[in-house]
């Protein structure tokens, strides 16, 4: 049994770990809210490319881009975002579990010899993937990129992949990511990046708000010009939701370690009451039974 000390000693410790959750819990917050309203900046600027590419789609003009080229696909790329941090749950894990099925996923559709290339961002995520054996799938750890990276970074990232993807070494770019929505929901996400393909941006929203336009110089260069620019746009709000993601988990992981602590200090203060009443209890008896003798 434990004694009065080694309680106190306990109490004490689970109460500091109820105040650093706490704490820790307030951070995570204030980072996601910060993450929150860079997307809430981001989003103008991608839905006025979206819309000049909506116009252009509109025109009577035709259009390519080596970013928009379709081939068969033998080598696929996929960048994979995790986190730099411990302390948030399940996030890190629930995201290895879908790169592995996205990996069976592409496999069985464009056949075992599919050349797969993930991609990690984040500390964790690397550790994670460092461990794949899996044959026809290599890792590569893109350099100077983190799951924290400022826009310069993820712009020299995005212009990388662009250009690996237009010399043929990638088929296809795909972002595997956790998508953003409120603080008590995020959903793993796979979108497609390369090649660039009209569904990315022709949605209802996009063809309503389109005007007609005299285009200066044309309409095919002004596209192949906006293209960069909307993959950056992308690019740019995955990595911001996968922050604001990130942080949103671990304000549910501090939330469920200060509920656990709090009920931890509960039991252990009741323990420790009832230990000391019994001791109290057991020292009047003594001096009770002491008086009765010397009568």
Do not use: W
């Not at 995520?125 to 970074?153: Q, W």
């Not at 911001?240 to 501090?254: P, V």
């Amino acid at each position: 049994m434990a004694t009065l000390r080694e309680l106190k000693g306990r109490i004490g410790s689970v109460a500091s770990s109820e105040k650093i959750t706490g704490a820790m819990k307030m951070i995570s917050s204030a980072k996601m809210h910060r993450a929150e309203s860079d997307l809430r900046r981001l989003l103008p600027f991608r839905q006025q490319i979206e819309n000049i590419i909506g116009n252009l789609l509109s025109a009577d003009a035709e259009f390519s881009s080596p970013l928009t080229d379709e081939r068969e696909v033998n080598s696929i790329a996929v960048m994979v975002l995790g986190s730099d941090d411990g302390l948030c749950g399940a996030y890190n894990i629930n995201i290895f579990k879908e790169l592995l099925a996205t990996v069976k996923a592409y496999r069985e559709k464009f056949g075992a010899s599919v050349r797969i290339t993930v991609l990690p961002v984040g500390a964790k995520m690397v550790k994670a993937t460092s461990r794949m054996a899996l044959p026809g799938v290599k890792v590569e750890v893109p350099a100077g990129i983190d799951s924290k990276s400022n826009g310069e970074a993820v712009k020299a990232l995005t212009r990388r992949l662009e250009e690996r993807f237009i010399a043929g070494d990638f088929d296809r770019v795909e972002l595997l990511y956790m998508n953003f929505q409120s603080v008590s929901r995020q959903r793993v996400k796979c979108d497609p990046l390369l090649p660039v393909s009209s569904t990315m941006f022709a949605g209802e929203g996009v063809k309503a708000s389109c005007r007609p336009y005299i285009f200066e110089p044309d309409a095919a260069t002004i596209f192949v010009s906006v293209l960069p620019m909307f993959l950056l746009a992308v690019m740019q709000e995955v990595f911001t939701e996968n922050r604001a993601s990130e942080q949103a988990a671990r304000i549910m992981a501090m939330q469920s370690a200060n509920d656990n602590a709090k009920k931890l200090l509960e039991q252990l203060r009741l323990e420790y009451n009832k230990l000391r009443q019994q001791s109290i209890t057991t020292e009047l008896l003594d001096i009770v039974g002491g008086q009765v003798k010397n009568d």
